[in-house]
């Protein structure tokens, strides 16, 4: 079945973002100290990121925001930005601490690959990208087009680099729209299953690769995935799938669609931004950068990866990499291979905080 052209606010285009910017929500500076105060307040040099709970962060206008970019990201253009958040006030810890805040208030944190982070300091690390197992969040590199692996994403930045490191955004339905009018007879290619690594960050119940189409279907909701990289990766494990020309062809279309100007939405995440996007509807990249000799002037985000409580019902072929399809389950994540008892735990009593399915039942 294709897809017909998607009326929907996730559908649009770079000149829809510019014209109509009620994706980019500005705090004030009453909420930007209740953000102080909270931190100040609940951090605890004694306690590790799993052991806080929602409710040691007295916040209340800051929800009022974060409610309101979260609804913009769930059923609207699927991207948001918040600027404004106290970074001069705060150490990198502390903002660490803010970030985790947020993410307490919208959902349960996802592990994020082998180490089992459930936050991640997006900084160079000196990885290389293109291999089996290169992660682009610990390199420098300009990064492909991809989804990450949960409902949604937040990015909140506490150093930018020197130049480079643009963030760029794509609605995956706008690519699938080009294709379908340009292209016509490659767009049944996005909608055949196909490999994608999990860059040997599997779980040990977990195989090397998922089975996935790049859109897919539930409920007439239309879900995207795509990560060339990790496609390109797969092609070389052992007993993958292989792509025919045909359909390589078609993947490389549709990857140059979603980088074209009109398409991609480019944009500098300053010191105090967080960004949040649906990962269902939203493909998104960086430039690459370069970083500050000084080590406390590198650049450094913080990425968070959420299961919101309402989230929908996923698409079957998304349970090998989510783990659970139902809607407002908790989902997502890389559980890599230090996950634990304690890991369970904080999901369990997170998702119990979010009056959500239990994690333990997944
Ligand atoms: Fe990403």
Partial sequence: MVLNSLKHPSNW???DLERDQRWIFRIDAGTRQ?????VLKAEDPNKSLLDYR?????LSKTLVTLGAALEEVKRGLGVALIKGLPRQ?????????LTWSLGLYSGVPRPQGKDTHYISA???AGMTYRTGTGRGYSSSAELDFHTDSSDVVFLSCFNQAVSGGKTIVSSSMAGHDAMAREYPEQLKWLYEPLAFSRQGEGAPDEGPYVMQPVFSQQQGKWFGRWNWNRVRSAQKIEGAPQLCAEQYAALEQF?????????AFEMW???GDVQIVNSHVTLHSRT?????????LKRLLYRLWIAPPDSDVLPECWRDLYRACEAGSVRGGIRGFSYDERCAQFEARQAQDCAMRDAAAH
């Fill in 288 to 296: 690459e950068f370069q970083d500050h000799e000084d080590p406390a």
């Fill in 13 to 15: 285009r770079v000149a």
């Fill in 122 to 124: 997006v900084k160079d």
């Fill in 54 to 58: 929602r409710a040691d962060f007295a």
């Fill in 34 to 38: 209740e953000m102080i105060d909270a």
């Fill in 255 to 263: 990857d140059q669609i979603v980088r074209r100007p009109d398409i």
């Fill in 269 to 271: 995440l300053e010191a």
């Fill in 89 to 97: 006030e705060l150490t990198a810890k502390q903002f660490e601490i």
